[in-house]
């Protein structure tokens, strides 16, 4: 296993269009977290999975956020109607229960002209 | 304020001092994971504690469940070690991963 993976790695846009990105997490782990970072700042909380369920979604998402993982393993974030504030790291962590590690995926880093 | 605080915020040492960083939470939570990020770097998981104490290498990590607090140690600092440290609690209603706030260390040599 070649631990958490996110694709693209880097993504460009232009504001108004639309982005999807992709987790994939470690195979066995039934927890996914997505979490967005921006310069400077610490990563501040999107929204979480526990197998196919969502558990939570932060507040600060606008409708303009949704995030899905159909089947348990893999997961997408798309951003629709995309700003420039929404320019950021958006970092995936995925682990396999509470008493076990958190691992990150490298991130993909959004940039919206 | 934020569920999870960290001490302190920013941290310069001398090549070679023994490293203190302090983190306190005010959740419920399961564990509690020490991450270090490299300016510019992915996230790396150093620790995860759910009680007692951890070492590897220069890295001592310790919690107290009933004081809510756990420290990171990093003993004969190295340049190398300066990054941002992490406190990351799995916590709150949901047992969702709870950020601290994040110490920016910068051992000078």
């Known amino acids: 296993d070649t631990g958490v993976s996110q694709d693209p790695r880097h993504k460009i846009t232009k504001r108004g269009q639309n982005v999807t990105f992709r987790c994939d997490p470690i195979s066995e782990h039934n927890r996914l977290y997505w979490y967005r970072q921006t310069l400077g700042q610490g990563p501040e909380f999107l929204t979480y999975?526990?197998?196919?369920?969502?558990?939570?979604k932060s507040r600060l998402l606008s409708d303009r956020f949704s995030a899905e993982r159909p089947k348990g393993s893999f997961s997408t974030l798309e951003i629709q109607r995309t700003e420039q504030g929404d320019s950021a790291m958006y970092l995936c962590?995925?682990?396999?229960?509470?008493?076990?590690?958190?691992?990150f995926g490298q991130g993909t880093r959004l940039t919206v002209v | 304020k934020n569920e999870v605080e960290q001490s302190p915020q920013n941290l310069t040492a001398q090549e070679g001092e023994f490293i203190t960083i302090n983190c306190s939470y005010s959740?419920?939570?399961?564990?509690l994971h020490w991450l270090q990020q490299h300016p510019g770097g992915g996230i790396v998981s150093l620790f995860m504690?759910?009680?007692g104490k951890k070492k590897h290498g220069r890295l001592i990590a310790t919690i107290n469940i009933q004081e809510k607090h756990s420290s990171l140690h990093i003993t004969a600092s190295h340049p190398r070690d300066s990054a941002v440290y992490i406190c990351l609690a799995v916590g709150g209603a949901t047992n969702k991963l709870i950020f601290g706030t994040g110490t920016l260390l910068a051992v000078q040599p």
């Open positions: 504690l759910s009680s």
């Open positions: 962590a995925s682990s396999g229960g509470l008493y076990t590690e958190a691992f």
């Open positions: 999975f526990q197998n196919e369920a969502q558990l939570e």
């Open positions: 959740v419920g939570i399961s564990a």
